[in-house]
């Protein structure tokens, strides 16, 4: 069947095989967070992205996947509390950012920076620190250089808009900035989006409506 991102809590994940990565989406309650487990198929090394909510979910999603990281992309409650089981689960060495990791009740064994890498197998995703809807927000981009980057933005990026900055200002123009800076102004319109919550976009779908964005401060 072909992959379209759209999951609900309480029902199936979502799979997609690209450029030698499965992609598999899964949405977890009670805040219909999606967490990703993405796996190497040439290693069958795995990686997770928000062990949000349901650990058992979580568990059977990830099966006999041996999963070496599991990233954090920011240091909201709802991203993180499946995290403690399962790391304890699996073994695997958590990752988040150094403003955000004081903020997350779990250690982060790896603190990661704009610009760093992260590897599970013989993949690689790049570090995009974004600043605005927390200080130490991060995505994650699989394939930057290639012609269809997957971009893996947490709550800083969404089909419509950028992510919650409370209605501050300098947040929100910190976050716009970063989105449209590190994001639009790199990355073509044929990359993938797949937001923290809810269904998948791309960067193609959402570029036309930046001003719109800028103008209405959210």
Known sequence: ????????????????????????????????NNSYLLRCSGT??????????????????????PVERIVTTHQHADHWQALAAVRAATGAATVAHPLDAPGIPVATDELVEDGDTIRFGDA????????????GSIALCYAAGG????????????????????????????????????????????????????????LGAERPHLAQWRERGW
């Open 124 to 135: 690689s995703l790049s570090v995009i620190h974004l600043v605005g809807h927390t200080p």
């Open 1 to 32: 069947m072909t992959y379209t991102g759209e999951v609900r809590v309480g029902g199936p994940a979502d799979t997609r095989e690209i450029n030698g990565v499965t992609v598999t989406k899964i949405a977890v309650g009670p805040y219909e």
């Open 44 to 65: 069958g090394q795995g990686l997770l992205i928000d062990a949000a909510a349901e650990p058992q979910r979580l568990l059977e999603m990830i099966g006999a996947t």
């Open 147 to 202: 012609p269809q980057p997957h971009l893996f933005t947490g709550d800083c990026l969404f089909p419509g808009g950028v992510g919650n900055t409370q209605q501050d200002p300098e947040r929100f123009t910190s976050l716009y900035n970063g989105v449209v800076g590190k994001v639009f102004d790199r990355l073509p319109d044929a990359t993938w989006v797949y937001p923290g919550h809810g269904n998948d976009t791309t």
